[in-house]
């Protein structure tokens, strides 16, 4: 079963920066997209940040140059690095991953995280 945990929301002025991470159980012998996507109140649910299976990085136009995306295999972690954040960064921010493989046991699905709360006041 696999599963998210995210975790490194907090509330900091304009300008300011966070780093969330996604704790992630998986199937080793599965593929997984990484994602991260976030929701402001009153809104849909947006795509935010990828990581591809080859590693690589897809952003909205939104937070390029200003997030990171990366993860740390050995630690089974995924990280959203967002400096330089401004009050329209304010959202629920949650990890999601769509698995895949070769494998019976690799079904395509897509799983979520509980998600975690981002505020950037002015």
């Known amino acids: 079963q696999v599963k998210l945990v995210e975790s490194g929301g907090g509330s900091v002025q304009a300008g300011g920066s966070l780093r969330l991470s996604c704790e992630i159980s998986?199937?080793?012998?599965?593929?997984?997209?990484m994602t991260w996507y976030r929701q402001a109140p009153g809104e849909e649910r947006q795509f935010v940040s990828s990581?591809?299976?080859?590693?690589?990085?897809s952003y909205v136009d939104s937070v390029k140059g200003r997030f990171t995306i990366s993860q740390d295999n050995d630690k089974n972690t995924l990280y959203l690095q967002m400096n330089d954040l401004k009050p329209e960064d304010t959202a629920m921010y949650y990890c999601s991953t769509y698995q895949g493989g070769p494998y019976p046991r690799c079904a395509p699905d897509n799983y979520w995280g509980q998600g975690t709360q981002v505020t950037v006041s002015s």
């Open positions: 998986k199937d080793p012998f599965c593929t997984y997209i």
């Open positions: 990581l591809d299976t080859d590693g690589v990085a």
